[in-house]
């Protein structure tokens, strides 16, 4: 059953942690521990948003959630909100920069683990697959060519194409691209579509399975 | 010993019929020696765009058939010099040709002519390697839009493979007021995406129909808009350097909305 109190959700740049009416902020707390360990993947190493749908927090109380999201989730807060209160300015500045790491675990070992270069562009009607490790492209996968690796996938150029990470399952495989302007992507057994951006971005960004089981796509930083 | 060049695109109606028939007479109007080839069996439309339907004997396929010499079968134009059309049947298909056979005819071509100018027909199949199969070189023609773009680089893919090159990329039915109004895709879009060789733009222009209608390559009559893009794409084959002219640029006041366009 949905939380009352707290919601975690996937959006386009990362997580977002909503916070609504409570009486307290130990409330929150608890209902932060509950919401989290719902989720069946661990959320080590991302970043959230914290959104706040409901009357203004202490910023005491702002500290005291950022400190403890990160000490015992290893969540760093990227910023605070207050939603549909457009007037209001963002009552604690965001850190601009954070780390995302996949969510590896141990049976996730790339110890050892091949990957192979693509050193070319590849045109509507070409496929490369490797399902051995991971793929590096140098060039564009361009709308209408398919990509598909057992790792990750990593296009040092626009991907308009689809992307295929994980094939045989690998959840923490990621999709990076210097412009990610897919249609579809996949990884393991979830798909997306992300939404089109006119213009390319200018950043790149990384795609992985986040919380709630979808796949997030958000600016890459490093990992 | 001349250039054999495919002129190609994946998709059909983009202008290669067009482009072969104005390509061909600007370069002969340039004192080169040109013969175009039909390469669309079966669906055979480059000598009625320029004007020689009622002309034809022989066609490639009684050269393939040894019915008559390739000289034979060339058909002259009388409106200019060094100007030959060699046909495609009407009654046979695609895979009536081998593309050896069709290379074998361009590797004849190129050594008594300067340019041998190869409309393909559109898709991927065979029509299109037997086009493809004596090519030295490749101009692919797509227009501004994003199927005939995926259709062009799946072609460029295939080129690439067959290690035809140059690829030069011609746009056409161009259209400055429908890129002003964000409506058509700009010349960086397409090139960002096709990443090869731009060798002219040509623009949208009603003269094209009623051109193709009379039989009478635009680039006869050198007024209009698209005859002097593809006399500019003709200097540029033969390498002349022409600087490409910014159809975008439309005054101050564009430039000045599609800086604000890009900001945003
Ligand atoms: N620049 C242009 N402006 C207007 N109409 C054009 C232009 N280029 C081609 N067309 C028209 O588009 C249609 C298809 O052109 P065609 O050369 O036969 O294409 P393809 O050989 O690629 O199938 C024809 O009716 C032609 O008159
Ligand atoms: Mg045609």
Not at chain 2, 99 to 106: G, R, S, V, Y
Not at chain 2, 133 to 143: F, N, Q, R, S, W
Request: proline share 4%.
């Amino acid at each position: 059953m949905a939380n009352p109190i707290v919601a975690l959700r996937a959006y386009r740049d990362g997580l977002h942690l909503i916070i609504r009416p409570h009486l307290s902020i130990a409330e929150v707390e608890e209902a932060i521990q509950q919401e989290i360990s719902r989720m069946n993947r661990s959320l080590a190493g991302t970043s959230v948003q914290i959104v706040l749908k409901c009357p203004a927090l202490e910023e005491e109380d702002i500290s005291l959630l950022r400190s403890k999201l990160q000490e015992t989730y290893d969540l760093t807060v990227r910023g605070v909100e207050v939603a549909d209160a457009p007037v209001l300015a963002p009552i604690a500045a965001a850190p601009t920069m954070h780390t995302i790491s996949p969510a590896t675990d141990s049976r996730d070992s790339r110890d050892g683990e091949i990957s192979r270069v693509v050193p070319h562009t590849l045109r509507s009607g070409q496929t490369e697959e490797f399902p051995q490790g991971s793929l590096i492209i140098y060039g564009d996968v361009n709308s209408g060519s398919e990509v598909r690796a057992g790792g990750d996938i990593v296009v040092l150029g626009t991907l308009r194409g689809n992307a295929y990470a994980g094939m045989n399952g690998r959840l923490s495989a990621v999709i990076i691209a210097m412009d990610l302007a897919a249609l579809q992507l996949q990884i393991g057994n979830y798909v997306t579509r992300p939404t089109v951006n006119e213009k390319p971005r200018g950043y790149p960004e990384i795609a992985r399975i986040g919380a709630e089981d979808v796949i997030i796509v958000e600016k890459f930083v490093k990992f | 010993m001349g250039k054999v060049i495919v002129v190609t695109s994946g998709k059909g109606g983009v202008g290669k019929t067009t482009s072969t028939a104005n390509l061909g007479t600007a370069l002969a109007l340039l004192d080169k020696t040109v013969v175009v080839v039909d390469a669309d069996v079966g669906l055979r439309n480059l000598d009625i765009v320029m004007g020689l339907e009622s002309r034809i004997v022989y066609t490639s396929m009684d050269v393939i058939e040894k019915q008559c010499e390739l000289s034979k079968a060339l058909v002259r134009d009388r409106r200019v010099d060094g100007l030959m059309l060699l046909a495609a049947s009407q009654k046979n298909n695609k895979d009536d040709i081998q593309p050896e056979q069709m290379k074998a005819i361009c590797d004849k071509l190129r050594t008594t002519h300067d340019f041998v100018l190869i409309d393909s027909p559109a898709g991927i199949e065979r029509g299109f390697s037997n086009a493809s199969a004596g090519a030295d070189e490749a101009i692919v023609v797509t227009t501004p839009d994003v199927s005939a773009i995926r259709d062009a680089d799946r072609i460029i893919g295939l080129l690439q493979n067959a290690r035809i090159e140059p690829i030069n990329l011609v746009i056409n039915r161009f259209s400055p007021q429908l890129v002003g109004n964000g409506s058509m895709m700009d010349q960086a879009d397409v090139l960002d995406i096709l990443n090869i060789d731009l060798i002219g733009i040509v623009p949208e222009d009603s003269e094209v129909i009623t051109s193709t209608n009379r039989g009478i390559p635009l680039v006869y009559e050198d007024a209009s808009a698209g005859a002097q893009a593809y006399m500019r794409i003709a200097r540029r084959l033969t390498g002349q350097r022409i600087p490409i002219p910014d159809f975008e640029q439309k005054g101050l006041l564009n430039n000045i909305m599609n800086w604000f366009k890009k900001k945003k």
